[in-house]
């Protein structure tokens, strides 16, 4: 039995279709009941528990072999997982943890809270003696709905400059983890998941302005800039702080590495932004 947590999120939710797609025995971990509504139709379990609640997790974990291990960032990230790292050490010491992290979870030091939190939890892992593999993903492309309504108006903001980044599909984050999670061989890995190319966010605006016709312009942003237009957004201090850091990591180039961890995983190559963006493109246009 895998036990997927965070399966209504962003890879979660294309994790739970991968697998049972192939016809791998699931159990969904959810907060609440109403979370699972989103579960219908697909052929899995549903155990609704929290990851600050023992009991709940100690439940969820009966009769499961393999883990997915994922949580949205912020301050309580690490200690939250660990909890979940704890009750599978107390209930399924068996099981093999696959744990979805960020890319630059490997690299020591950081300045990035993010990539920091990620590398808590590794070491927790790592600490605790459970069989368990690394997920490194980079920035996801589902990130660039978050700037539909001003790319709807023809701008992109960034704070990145000329810098490449190599954004990968969530549904390859997805099939990997699904690949990973029925496959023997990958105990102690770290797999980093890109996209298949790099791209400034200047070229980002000119493959938008192509699939939706209409023009787009990358717009270079100072920090200040966008620290406000993130607080008017209603984020908290820390995810504010978070994405700067990690929009420097970027600036920086340290996430324009390109791999073929989704080719191995699936035998296709990784989706690029031409596809996402014909799947999204009533989001953008």
Not at 17 to 45: F, H, K, N, S
Not at 155 to 184: F, I, K, M, N, P
Not at 220 to 243: F, K, V
Request: some cysteine; charged content about 20%.
């Amino acid at each position: 039995m895998i036990l997927v947590t965070g399966a209504t999120g962003t890879v979660g939710g294309h994790l739970i279709r991968e697998l049972c797609q192939a016809g791998a025995p699931v159990r969904a971990l959810v907060r609440t009941p109403e979370r699972a509504d989103a579960l219908r139709g697909y052929d899995c379990a549903v155990a609704i528990g929290d990851y600050a609640d023992a009991d709940s997790l100690a439940a969820a974990l009966q009769g499961v072999d393999r883990v997915f291990l994922v949580s949205r960032a912020g301050p309580d990230q690490p200690r939250l997982e660990g909890n979940v790292i704890d009750a599978v050490r107390a209930n399924a010491p068996d099981a093999h943890v696959v744990k979805l992290a960020s890319s630059g979870v490997d690299q020591r030091p950081t300045g990035a809270r993010i990539i920091a939190g990620h590398q808590q939890i590794v070491d927790h892992l790592g600490a605790s003696g459970l069989r368990h593999t690394v997920l490194a993903a980079t920035t996801f492309m589902q990130n660039l709905i978050n700037s539909a309504a001003t790319i709807q108006q023809g701008a992109l903001y960034s704070t990145v400059g000329d810098a490449a980044v190599s954004h990968v599909d969530a549904r390859d984050v997805a099939a990997v983890a699904a690949h990973v999670l029925t496959t023997e061989g990958h105990e102690g890995a770290t797999y980093t998941i890109t996209g298949p190319e790099a791209l400034t966010y200047a070229q980002v605006a000119e493959r938008i302005s192509a699939a939706t016709g209409r023009q787009v312009s990358c717009i270079n942003i100072s920090e200040e800039s966008r620290r406000g237009a993130l607080e008017a957004a209603g984020l908290s201090a820390w995810h504010i702080d978070g994405l700067i850091e990690f929009n420097r990591m970027e600036a920086e180039g340290e996430t324009a590495l390109v791999t073929d961890e989704v080719t191995k995983a699936t035998g296709r190559p990784a989706r690029d932004l031409d596809d996402f963006l014909g799947m999204h493109h009533a989001v953008f246009a």
